[in-house]
């Protein structure tokens, strides 16, 4: 087996290494992914046990493979290895991958525990596994719209003087406290893992680490009382720390949860245990450490059910955390909604979610340059201008300077080809990857979240990410994925990924029209077919055709 070879050295500036820029992006997007994970020595991205490669071997026979790949060749990887080179053409994607997809009724994390420990798949989260992990800004940009658009639903657009309580600061959930205090609140995260605290306060994500729960009901009152934005980490196990709130007769205004709920193997700690002595218990006994583990979310979910009957505004931030507490006994878990449902479906019927963008160059002022495109562009998006603003001086850049922001149907490809445009004369250093998140408009099946009570029932469907996979293959977009188990976990969702790079060529300009316009477009359909107004009103106005849209 080749070992880590850490750390591992994103390719920079103009030099190629491979035979194009389309495979050199993808290489690079690999490596970014990787520089910026959270434990790249096992090559784990983000979200529990989420990867960019199967095994160390395979990581390198995939560099090996994106080197010497050819302008017409696709590169075949399945869960993580690179299984095949095929003659396709040059019009075809570069990648194809396929993470974790596991038939229905075997799709439990108990069956892709075995295949994982006979090396035989791997767990490719939302955007490990589609190599477009940009760090902690690619949740931060989604995390303030939801904490935005919660302000705007419940406290006259303003968290001031209003304090959040959740938990976990991991690859994701790290994002929580500077997304609230954009939104002008109090964040109160507990997070078990005291390296994660650390990490979290150290890179500006988060301002102060409480002693205690009663440490931090001090300082949260005493900011909030003030209308001050701050971010307080407390250390503790969510579950335990929640009860003890409850004790002290602590209320927040506000409640959600970034635990890694959605593995209760690899991810959430069980209560009751220090962090060393949960690590060991999973280690020694994994079914054991399962059961203690949903049992620490029943805590945990009853907890958060007794806040929210109290008052606090209460929802899931998609960690699955309510479907295993209902599994183990707590009928009432889903009396509280997902974020999706009650913040952000509007968007997604409009085709607007997080798109994102990578500069290849590895030069900050590529970044400035798109930056400064993008505002040129959409000059009349308040959202877009305050989260610019605030991402320009708050967000410090991971690896390769990347940028996201959310953009509705119609307007991704249109700042694609602009930047493709900016190439063409000079006015970068060098190509820009553009991607997004699974989580978005119509890449992504996921009952529990991204699809929770759709209008129409059709919560389960996955032909759509599907058929949002197919769409962006068949125009060519530089590698494309479907997930299985993204977010949720095993069983929990189907989900598809892209990534097109502007090159500054005219066959470019091609699919980075194509591939970001029909992108977005299958969400705009998939809502529309559902029953939304919003959705068929956006579906009208482009002259999508649905010929039978609604009607089943
Ligand atoms: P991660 O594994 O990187 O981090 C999880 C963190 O939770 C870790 O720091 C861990 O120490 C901590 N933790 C685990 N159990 C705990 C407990 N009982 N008490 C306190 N802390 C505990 O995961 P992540 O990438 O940050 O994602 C977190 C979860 O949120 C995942 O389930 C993910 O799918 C979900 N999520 C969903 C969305 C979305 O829907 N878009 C967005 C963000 C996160």
Redesign the pocket.
């Known amino acids: 087996m080749r070992r880590a070879n850490l750390p591992i050295e994103i390719g920079r500036g103009p030099e190629l290494r491979c035979r194009g820029w389309r495979q050199e992006g993808i290489l690079r997007m690999l490596e970014n992914t990787l520089h910026n994970g959270?434990k790249p020595e096992e090559l784990i991205i983000?979200?529990?046990s989420?990867r960019c490669a199967r095994n160390w071997d395979c990581f390198h026979m995939i560099v090996d493979s994106l080197k010497a790949l050819g302008d017409d060749e696709t590169l075949l990887i399945q869960s993580g290895k690179p299984v095949g080179i095929m003659k396709t053409s040059p019009r075809a994607p570069r990648v194809l991958t396929a993470n974790a997809n596991l038939v229905g009724r075997w799709a439990t994390w108990e069956h892709f525990r075995e295949l994982e420990a006979k090396g035989l798949m791997m767990y490719g989260?939302?955007t490990a596994g589609t190599w477009c992990y940009i760090g902690t800004q690619g949740?931060l940009q989604?995390?303030y719209e939801t904490f935005a658009a919660c302000a705007k639903k419940h406290f006259g657009g303003t968290l001031k003087g209003r304090i959040v309580l959740t938990?976990?600061?991991?690859?994701?959930?790290?994002?929580q406290p500077l997304a609230v205090k954009m939104a002008e609140g109090v964040c109160i995260t507990?997070?078990?893992?005291p390296a994660?605290v650390e990490r979290r306060v150290k890179s500006g994500y988060c301002d102060v680490l409480a002693k205690s729960p009663e440490d931090a009901i001090v300082i949260a009152r005493k900011a909030a009382k003030k209308g001050e934005a701050l971010g307080i980490a407390v250390p503790?196990?969510?579950?335990e720390?929640h009860e003890k709130f409850l004790a002290l007769g602590f209320q927040p205004d506000v409640l959600t949860?970034?635990?890694?709920?959605?593995?209760p193997l690899n991810?959430?700690?069980?209560?009751g245990y220090s962090?060393a002595d949960a690590l060991e218990l999973r280690r020694r006994d994994p079914e054991r450490y399962m059961k203690e583990s949903f049992a620490?979310m029943v805590r945990?979910v009853k907890a958060m059910l007794a806040f929210m009957d109290k008052g606090a505004i209460t929802f899931e931030?998609?960690?699955?955390i309510r479907l295993n507490a209902k599994d183990h006994g707590v009928a009432r878990a889903f009396d509280f909604k997902?974020?999706?449902p009650l913040f952000i479906r509007p968007e997604f019927c409009k085709g607007r979610g997080p798109f994102r963008w990578v500069c290849l160059s590895g030069d900050p002022k590529d970044l400035e340059a798109t930056d400064a495109a993008v505002l040129k562009e959409f000059p009349n998006d308040r959202l877009l201008k305050t989260w610019m603003d605030m991402a320009k001086v708050q967000v410090p850049i991971q690896g390769l300077p990347s940028r996201t922001c959310w953009l509705a149907l119609g307007e991704r490809d249109r700042m694609g080809q602009v930047f493709n445009s900016m190439l063409r004369e000079g006015k970068l250093k060098g190509p820009v990857a553009m991607a997004r998140?699974h989580?978005d408009s119509g890449s992504v099946a996921q009952p529990t979240?991204?699809t929770e009570d759709m209008m129409d029932g059709s919560d389960a469907v996955a032909d759509w990410p599907l058929l949002n996979a197919l769409s962006n293959a068949s125009v060519g977009a530089d590698l494309v994925s479907i997930h299985q188990g993204?977010?949720?976990?095993m069983g929990a969702s189907i989900s598809a990924g892209m990534i097109v790079i502007a090159d500054g060529t005219d066959e470019a300009d091609d699919r980075i029209q194509r591939s970001l316009y029909n992108d977005p477009a299958t969400g705009v359909i998939r809502h529309a077919d559902a029953g939304y107004q919003i959705a068929k009103d956006a579906a009208a106005a482009a002259g999508l055709v649905m010929p039978m849209a609604g009607s089943q």
Do not use: C, K
């Open positions: 959270e983000y979200g529990g989420g989260q939302y949740i989604g995390t938990a976990g600061l991991g690859g994701m959930g790290g994002a507990v997070e078990i893992d994660r503790g196990n969510a579950a720390v949860d970034q635990t890694s709920a959605h593995d991810g959430y700690i069980p209560a962090l620490g945990q931030y998609g960690n699955n997902g974020f999706v998140d989580l979240r991204e993204g977010g949720g976990g």
